[in-house]
């Protein structure tokens, strides 16, 4: 069974399948699973689009899309925020002073894509204001910002493991790093709208799987 | 204690006799103890896990640091590496840069920068090719300008394929924004 369709609150509950060792420590046994983007190419299509481009990527360094970026000799600027805010304890909501710090590329970068992942699931709607005022600063008009939401009551305690894929330009990989579980935000595109000022959703795609992706464009 | 280590494995004898003291002595030093000069082998030299170097390294061969470095490494034409042990809080230069402790600074390959999966990088990379490893960490720039493509001139790549949105039922469908919420309340 997929674990992203045994997360609960899109329809029939249904347990997550945890096994074994892996119920005790938490630990994720699912392999990655494959699923279908519809924003992807979009995303692929800017890169191909200019020479140079800035690029952050808000999650983690992953070999595979590095390697797939440098096709495009971008420079890629990696900023994982998840793991900077649990440095700075996750218990307590973040003030400007943690997102200055955290996003303060060299004076005049402007970045022309954002890779935020889902990096939004797991901020209050306060720090998603916060970022937002940041990245508005540091994206220029028509930069192109692409986001993944859960639209699950529950979603893992920490962020999925984005891939590219190897081949395909409209799949992307999921990697699950846990079993256990934290509520979901549950935010829609009107909220986003108004939480990330300056950019606008440019289209957005609900997958069958509960996840919905955002193409926000940064206003000029 | 020396500074340099041979790699070569135990009864090898080069048939030439090693040069006395090559150029990758550190313009600065401050180590333990007082170095031996520099022994160079035919591969690569190696500074061991109990050495601190403080200041520049330069040279014209390939070198693995276990020990800790401060100030700057420069060997462009050389393969560089940072080894499990290592603690390098210096910019690095080299041909391939190859990282699995700890670097703290900015790495410059002229050809690849390797970060291996119990490496970690604070820093920018600048380089031609980058592998990053799963369970590598960094947190810093990449700078990806591929060599040949700079040297020939060619444009960006073009992506292969530019899936349109999948209308087919049942596998996703493309919402409208203001839409979602109904379409999540249906």
Same mark, same amino acid.
């Given at each position: 069974?997929?674990?992203? $369709?045994?997360?609960?609150?899109?329809?029939?509950?249904?347990?997550?399948?945890?096994?074994?060792?892996?119920?005790?420590?938490?630990?994720?046994?699912?392999?990655?699973?494959?699923?279908?983007?519809?924003?992807?190419?979009?995303?692929?299509?800017?890169?191909?689009?200019?020479?140079?481009?800035?690029?952050?990527?808000?999650?983690?360094?992953?070999?595979?899309?590095?390697?797939?970026?440098?096709?495009? $000799?971008?420079?890629?600027?990696?900023?994982?925020?998840?793991?900077?805010?649990?440095?700075?304890?996750?218990?307590? $909501?973040?003030?400007?002073?943690?997102?200055?710090?955290?996003?303060?590329?060299?004076?005049?970068?402007?970045?022309?894509?954002?890779?935020?992942?889902?990096?939004?699931?797991?901020?209050?709607?306060?720090?998603?204001?916060?970022?937002?005022?940041?990245?508005?600063?540091?994206?220029?008009?028509?930069?192109?910002?692409?986001?993944?939401?859960?639209?699950?009551?529950?979603?893992?305690?920490?962020?999925? =493991?984005?891939?590219?894929?190897?081949?395909?330009?409209?799949?992307?990989?999921?990697?699950?790093?846990?079993?256990?579980?934290?509520?979901?935000?549950?935010?829609?595109?009107?909220?986003?709208?108004?939480?990330?000022?300056?950019?606008?959703?440019?289209?957005?795609?609900?997958?069958?799987?509960?996840?919905?992706?955002?193409?926000?464009?940064?206003?000029? | 204690?020396?500074?340099?280590?041979?790699?070569?494995?135990?009864?090898?004898?080069?048939?030439?006799?090693?040069? +006395?003291?090559? =150029?990758?002595?550190?313009?600065?030093?401050?180590?333990?103890?007082?170095?031996?000069?520099?022994?160079?082998?035919?591969?690569?030299?190696?500074?061991?896990?109990?050495?601190?170097?403080?200041?520049?390294?330069?040279?014209?061969?390939?070198?693995?640091?276990?020990?800790?470095?401060?100030?700057?490494?420069?060997?462009?034409?050389?393969?560089?590496?940072?080894?499990?042990?290592?603690?390098?809080?210096?910019?690095?230069?080299?041909?391939?840069?190859?990282?699995?402790?700890?670097?703290?600074?900015?790495?410059?390959?002229?050809?690849? +920068?390797?970060?291996?999966?119990?490496?970690?990088?604070?820093?920018?990379?600048?380089?031609?090719?980058?592998?990053?490893?799963?369970?590598?960490?960094?947190?810093?720039?990449?700078?990806?300008?591929?060599?040949?493509?700079?040297?020939?001139?060619?444009?960006?790549?073009?992506?292969?394929?530019?899936?349109?949105?999948?209308?087919?039922?049942?596998?996703?469908?493309?919402?409208?924004?203001?839409?979602?919420?109904?379409?999540?309340?249906?």
């Amino acid at each position: 069974m997929s674990w992203l $369709s045994a997360l609960r609150g899109a329809g029939p509950r249904k347990d997550t399948a945890v096994r074994g060792s892996a119920a005790r420590s938490g630990v994720a046994e699912e392999g990655p699973e494959i699923h279908r983007s519809l924003a992807l190419p979009a995303v692929f299509s800017t890169l191909a689009r200019g020479h140079r481009l800035n690029v952050l990527d808000l999650g983690p360094a992953i070999g595979g899309n590095v390697e797939r970026l440098s096709e495009f $000799s971008c420079k890629l600027y990696i900023e994982d925020l998840y793991a900077s805010r649990s440095q700075e304890g996750a218990a307590r $909501s973040l003030g400007p002073d943690f997102f200055a710090q955290f996003l303060a590329p060299p004076e005049g970068t402007q970045f022309d894509l954002v890779l935020a992942w889902d990096l939004f699931n797991y901020l209050d709607r306060k720090e998603l204001a916060l970022l937002a005022e940041r990245l508005r600063r540091f994206c220029r008009p028509g930069a192109l910002l692409f986001a993944l939401s859960s639209i699950h009551k529950t979603i893992p305690a920490q962020p999925i =493991r984005f891939r590219f894929h190897d081949r395909d330009e409209d799949q992307l990989v999921y990697e699950r790093l846990t079993l256990v579980e934290r509520p979901g935000p549950r935010f829609v595109p009107a909220e986003f709208n108004d939480l990330l000022r300056g950019f606008q959703v440019d289209r957005s795609f609900l997958l069958r799987h509960g996840i919905q992706e955002y193409l926000f464009l940064r206003e000029g | 204690m020396a500074v340099w280590k041979r790699d070569d494995p135990p009864g090898h004898h080069p048939a030439e006799p090693a040069p +006395a003291a090559p =150029r990758p002595t550190p313009a600065s030093t401050s180590t333990p103890t007082a170095p031996e000069p520099p022994r160079r082998s035919g591969d690569r030299a190696t500074i061991g896990p109990s050495i601190f170097i403080k200041g520049d390294l330069t040279g014209d061969e390939d070198l693995v640091i276990e020990g800790r470095v401060e100030g700057k490494v420069d060997l462009k034409q050389n393969n560089v590496t940072v080894g499990r042990n290592g603690k390098v809080k210096a910019d690095v230069f080299g041909r391939v840069v190859s990282i699995e402790g700890e670097v703290d600074g900015n790495v410059f390959a002229q050809e690849q +920068a390797v970060l291996r999966q119990s490496g970690a990088i604070r820093g920018n990379i600048t380089a031609p090719r980058v592998v990053l490893e799963d369970g590598s960490r960094f947190k810093g720039t990449i700078d990806m300008e591929p060599k040949e493509r700079h040297l020939a001139g060619a444009p960006a790549p073009v992506p292969s394929r530019i899936a349109a949105p999948a209308t087919e039922p049942g596998t996703a469908a493309e919402v409208p924004a203001g839409l979602i919420r109904s379409a999540q309340a249906g």
